[in-house]
């Protein structure tokens, strides 16, 4: 089956604490991961995809074929980052649709 | 930078309406989906399009709804008979190639 399993419904941590989002998958073929991020009112924007190994707003995320896990990190958590955070995993074929987790929800505090 | 819009961005109609749920995407993308979120659950696949026809759908993608492309640059999502359950976000979405997904703001439907 395929599917994207955020555990956390709530992340809360205090400005310059570490963050770590939780994304584990469930998939047969190849996988392909994405985070999205959704900040208050806003549309959903792609965060970073794994196969670009790049780090944006200081997020960085590393593909675990061992765990099937995608978590995303960041060091030291802004108040800007507050926002809703979408783990995605890419289906393959014709379509190319996209399988989201559920969301955390991260806050970061003053 | 090119975006993804949607209208409306509140959609408000009575049980049995229909209504349709509108999408300019990307110009020069060609894949189109349409996602739904209701209140509190996932981003949910709806559909794909590709080359004036339907790819992929999902069996939430029952007989009520339908999608097109009327013209070069809309890309409209219709639900023939609302009901209280399509109330939801619903998200347009466009790619070119094996590329990224761009998502628009979102139409909020109710359905009352």
């Known amino acids: 089956a395929q599917r994207v399993t955020q555990p956390e419904k709530l992340l809360s941590v205090f400005k310059g604490a570490p963050v770590e989002l939780k994304c584990n998958y469930s998939y047969s073929g190849s996988p392909e991961l994405f985070w999205y991020v959704q900040y208050s009112r806003q549309r959903l924007q792609l965060l970073l995809r794994h196969i670009s190994r790049e780090s944006i707003k200081g997020f960085t995320a590393d593909l675990n074929k061992g765990e099937t896990s995608f978590h995303l990190k960041k060091p030291f958590a802004q108040e800007e980052d507050s926002a809703m955070y979408y783990c995605a995993l890419k289906v393959g074929g014709a379509t190319n649709k996209l399988i989201f987790g559920t969301g955390t929800l991260l806050a970061v505090q003053p | 930078e090119p975006e993804v819009t949607q209208t409306p961005s509140h959609q408000v109609t009575q049980m049995g309406q229909e209504v349709i749920l509108r999408c300019v995407p990307i110009s020069n993308h060609l894949y189109f989906y349409w996602y739904r979120q209701i209140l509190g659950q996932k981003v949910e696949f709806l559909v794909s399009?590709?080359?004036?026809?339907?790819?992929?759908k999902s069996e939430i993608f029952d007989d009520q709804f339908s999608v097109e492309r009327p013209d070069g640059s809309n890309f409209t999502l219709k639900i023939r008979s609302t009901k209280l359950e399509d109330s939801a976000m619903y998200f347009c979405?466009?790619?070119?190639?094996?590329?990224?997904?761009?998502f628009g703001p979102g139409t909020r439907l109710t359905v009352l």
């Open positions: 399009f590709y080359n004036n026809e339907i790819s992929e």
């Open positions: 979405a466009s790619r070119i190639g094996s590329d990224t997904q761009y």
